[in-house]
């Protein structure tokens, strides 16, 4: 009898573990599948805005939280969209530094990734002053404007969190560039917020990482 009541407590320590693991990984699979907050988009590049475009050719601005985990992935598609348009599209990538946070604080990893990739200017967006005049708030935003400073394109560039590869948003992006012409609709961008609170509320603007 002993030996039947043991059986029953293990087969049934067994079901409770295996239940809280397929509840774990179907947790994971969610969160890396949820996008962030999307922006919208400015549909022409603005005679105010904080950054300057190249002439001559295709504009992307991506935005990116300097300690967010997702956006290495951002980043490695970037490299890849940069190789395959090669001279047809400058890239800067904002890194968020709030306002009260010591020199260098955004300096982490991602930006010195960010800027060995060919054709990437990389820079700091000072308190997120750019990236309120652009709508982002989520890191690895990303938009492409066109020689004559309309919007390409809008949206991420990854398939979900933290995970490259082959992707519709980054598809989307190069399809753009190599035709020239607007992208159907904004593609899913996933990472973490720019900023802790309701998006786009300046009110909230703080770091989402310390």
């Known amino acids: ?72 992935a951002s980043i490695a598609e970037l490299s890849v969209l940069m190789t395959r348009c090669q001279d047809k599209v400058h890239a800067i990538v904002l890194f968020l530094k709030p306002g009260g946070f010591p020199p260098g604080w955004e300096k982490t990893d991602l930006w010195y990734e960010a800027s060995r990739i060919p054709g990437v200017t990389v820079t700091t967006d000072e308190d997120g002053a750019a990236s309120r005049q652009f709508a982002a708030v989520t890191s690895g935003q990303t938009f492409v404007y066109s020689t004559a400073g309309s919007l390409l394109f809008s949206g ?24 020239g012409t607007p992208a159907p609709g904004p593609a899913l961008v996933f990472g973490c917020p720019l900023i802790a609170g309701k998006s786009g509320s300046e009110a909230a603007w703080r770091p989402a990482f310390k």
């Open 1 to 72: 009898m002993q030996t039947r009541s043991d059986s029953r407590i293990i087969i049934c320590m067994a079901s409770i573990w295996l239940g809280l693991s397929v509840l774990g990984f179907l947790l994971l699979v969610d969160y890396d599948t949820t996008p962030g907050a999307g922006a919208r988009a400015p549909r022409h590049w603005a005679s105010t805005a904080l950054i300057e475009p190249l002439a001559g050719k295709c504009t992307l601005v991506m935005f990116a939280h300097p300690h967010c985990p997702c956006t290495r």
């Open 156 to 179: 991420g560039i990854t398939a979900s969190r933290g995970h490259a590869g082959d992707n519709e948003g980054l598809e989307t992006a190069v399809a753009a560039i190599a035709a």
